[in-house]
């Protein structure tokens, strides 16, 4: 019987039911004596939930029902990487591969587990060996290309292995389309977009090309070329929100707010917790003058700013901010930044409310508090943000961004979050002046095209130990800067549960 239910519950996670699958395998999985089976397809339904730490326990299980299972050693390499956990994630890969492992998949790994404990030289080793075992293997060469990217801020270096995987199969869809992400964001737009063009006239009804190539044609200001792509898109997929998402952008880019309005009450409906598509409803409302639009941008209620409580066990905020600085000082290593991320002139630190060290740990207890302050605040409500409120919440993303002078964020959005922050702990000089607001951070220009610009409807100056809540569907960013100094923040997102 329990083989026939392992069977059912791997059949709902292919057709993304994963709830569905961990709901049938939860009391079987939960006895002392569940079976293999039974602890990997349960697992495997929890990570499709974004449920990593429930599911490492599961894995762990597995580990110690079956230690001589190489693909149980793998799974719970996975599942220690998605977690940050970054030394276990080594030590449990390099047991796969003892135990004849020789899989791609188990070289990515690792080479994440390597990126996380900052040996570098070894994680891209890794990196190379897993696209050696697989030379079209898309996520290999993207941690790869984002990895030297990020070390050299040369895009020839990013894009070395790439390209020569490319010179053996120029028609790869995936490794096109991420030769064009890597080109993006080390500012080579145009060639972006060519990199895009060329693989369609090869693959001219290819989804993933469509989508990628609208979005580049409204990056280089080629509109009717981007509403054409979207169109194009929106007939192999109608229904897809990707597919509406960069319809929409088409729609406000060639001045269409009407139209662009229609399309976004599609990918409401489509995806209703997708925090871009209400970003993009509520700029289609702005640019057609409708009235809906202040519903989702009362910026005055809805962005609050807080200072931090000082974490028990320290005197003042001031010298857990001077902890903070030096520990991220060291981490603070790369000269670019990664790629598909907002920041623009700088580096990132990921996973931050994941690690184990107990000055991260304390600043997300204080963040903790203040996040039950920010919902208090708001009481209940039937907007986007409050209508979601459950009691409890997570933290689903913690990160670090370190901008050097004419750094900055582009405006953007948190698509999977709830609520988003920003925490401050240096900024440059200019900061302090009300006229450049050199520093600041923005809400309402939109990071999409629109015609006519729409600017920034609310600015909050920042400073040091300034905790900044506010929706992640709102539209942020920060003006750039030209002090010789730079600009030091955390920041998390905040999803209910």
Known sequence: MSQDVVR???????????????????????TQAAGIGVLVVHAA?????????????????????????????YNLAATLGDLAKDREAEDAARKAMALGLD????????????????????????????????DLFVEAHRNLAQLRWMRTGQLEA??????????????????????????????????????????????????????????????????????????????????????????????????????????????????????????????????????????????????????????????????????????????????????????????????LHQSDDPLFQAFFAQAATVVAQYLTDLGAGQDPLRSRMTGGYRFSGGWSVRLQPNGFHADHVHPQGWISSAFYLDLPSGVADAETREGWIRFGQPGCITSPRLEAEHEVMPKPGMLVLFPSYMWHGTRPFSSPDHRLTMAFDVVPT
């Open 158 to 351: 990013a894009l070395a292995a790439l390209d020569a995987s490319l010179a053996r199969d120029a028609a790869d869809v995936g490794l096109s389309v991420l030769r064009s992400v890597v080109q993006e964001f080390a500012g080579e737009r145009s060639a972006a977009y060519q990199t895009l063009t060329g693989a369609l006239r090869r693959r001219p009804a290819d989804l993933q090309l469509l989508l990628a190539a609208a979005h580049m044609a409204g990056e280089v200001g080629e509109v009717d070329a981007m509403l054409a792509h979207a169109l194009a898109a929106e007939r192999l997929a109608p229904q897809h929100p990707q597919v509406l998402a960069v319809l929409v952008e088409a729609h406000l880019a060639r001045s269409d707010g009407s139209s662009a309005s229609v399309v976004a009450e599609r990918l409401r409906l489509t995806a209703p917790l997708d925090q871009y598509g209400l970003a993009l409803q509520s700029t289609a409302w702005r640019l057609a003058k409708d009235p809906r639009a202040s519903l989702l941008g009362d910026y005055p209620d809805l962005v609050r700013a807080y200072m931090l409580p000082t974490p028990p066990g320290w005197h003042s905020l001031e010298s857990f901010l001077d902890a903070l600085r030096k520990r991220l000082a060291e981490r603070h290593d790369y000269r670019a930044h990664p790629l598909q991320q907002s920041l623009r002139g700088g580096s990132q630190i990921p996973s």
């Open 8 to 30: 059912q519950a791997w059949a709902l996670i292919d057709q993304g039911r994963a709830a569905e699958s961990a709901a049938l395998t939860d009391r079987l999985a939960s």
């Open 45 to 73: 339904a929890l990570k499709a939930m974004d449920r990593h730490a429930e599911a490492l326990d599961f894995n762990r299980r597995a580990v110690a029902l079956t230690p001589q299972d190489r693909i149980v050693w």
């Open 103 to 134: 899989a791609p998949e188990v070289y990515l790994v690792l080479g994440r587990a390597l990126q996380g404990l900052r040996r570098y030289d070894e994680a891209e080793a890794a990196f190379c060996a897993a696209i050696e075992r697989r």
